[in-house]
């Protein structure tokens, strides 16, 4: 597939998870926060909700499949209600916010970022660093509400290769008009930055102990951060799996959302393969809230194993 072809399975995908809105809930309910301690560095997850995900939105898998695995994830289906995290990372004197959230971009059963930052009581003016993983309108929409940019203070760090496709015109071109709009969103949230916008390459040390590790494939800029303190790692991994029951067992899966479905199929097997082996936990933007834990090898694919409540 090529990245102009993308856009057309892109946009099937979108059509299969926003035409789908079988769960509604309290947005009141919606808030949370949980922290870690890796090392010296303090990383806590924010919860900004979920988006249902079917299986027509998935490659490489029958519909049958897709539900025999939630089932035996004791899940009920048809679709994945897949979780949408940030995560704050305290390290030194910096605080950084690893992706940002939806916005009002998706609906009603996302877009709590700002409540579960103020339950957690973070003021959005004390974050001097928001790291967008990559540029799609569930990771950038919280930059651009209706009252401006709460992370106005901050700068913005992302991968030079994101910002490239999302400002080719030529690409803006060939997408449907469904999907036009995030073009406009991912411009938009470079822009609300001004000048404070750094690109960010591979293996650069964006913040004491954290290192971008350029992900490609589920878009091509896609980043994420290795988090390294006192001996203790986490690979923040961004976007490497959007439904964790499936995917972890059946790691050649891929969603249309994936700019290159072989290269972000690649990367994902890559990254499966190097966490398990060295036993380093992983954070993932859509693991199910809080997010963090290690993977396991078994059979073809993984288990993932939570990190549970940190006692001390
Ligand atoms: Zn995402």
């Not at 027509?56 to 029958?62: K, L, R, V």
């Not at 001004?194 to 494939?217: C, F, N, R, W, Y």
């Amino acid at each position: 597939m090529d990245r102009r072809e993308f856009l057309k399975s892109a946009s099937a995908a979108l059509a299969a998870t926003t035409g789908l809105q079988v769960v509604q809930l309290n947005a009141q309910s919606l808030s949370g926060a949980q922290s870690f301690t890796i090392g010296d560095i303090k990383i806590t997850a924010l919860l900004d909700g979920f988006l249902p995900i079917e299986a027509s939105a998935m490659f490489g898998i029958t519909p049958e499949e897709f539900a025999a695995q939630l089932q035996t994830a004791f899940l009920s289906g048809p679709a994945h209600p897949t979780g949408v995290n940030a995560f704050l990372i305290e390290t030194g004197d910096r605080r950084v916010l690893v992706d940002a959230g939806t916005g009002a971009a998706f609906g009603p059963t996302l877009g709590q970022l700002s409540e579960s930052l103020s339950a957690h009581g973070i003021d959005p003016a004390s974050i001097d660093t928001v790291f967008a993983t990559h540029l799609h309108p569930d990771h950038i929409g919280g930059i651009l509400t209706e009252a401006g940019n709460p992370f106005s203070e901050a700068g913005l760090m992302v991968h030079p290769a994101d910002i490239d496709f999302w400002n080719n015109d030529e690409f803006k071109a060939a997408a449907p008009a469904e999907f036009q709009g995030f073009f406009d969103m991912a411009r938009g949230a470079v822009a609300a930055f001004g000048d404070k916008v750094q690109s960010v390459e591979d293996g650069a040390e964006i913040a004491p102990g954290l290192t971008l590790m350029h992900l490609p494939g589920h878009t091509m800029g896609h980043s994420g951060l290795m988090l390294e303190s006192n001996g203790a790692q986490l690979l923040i991994a961004g976007d490497v799996v959007h439904v964790p029951p499936v995917q972890f067992a059946m790691p050649a899966v891929t969603i249309g959302f994936d700019t290159d479905q072989d290269m972000a199929r690649q990367t994902r097997m890559r990254v499966f393969d190097m966490v398990s082996s060295d036993a380093v936990p992983i954070a993932g933007a859509h693991i199910g809230f809080p997010g963090l834990g290690h993977l396991v090898a078994e059979g073809d694919g993984y288990r993932f194993e939570p990190m549970l409540w940190q006692f001390g």
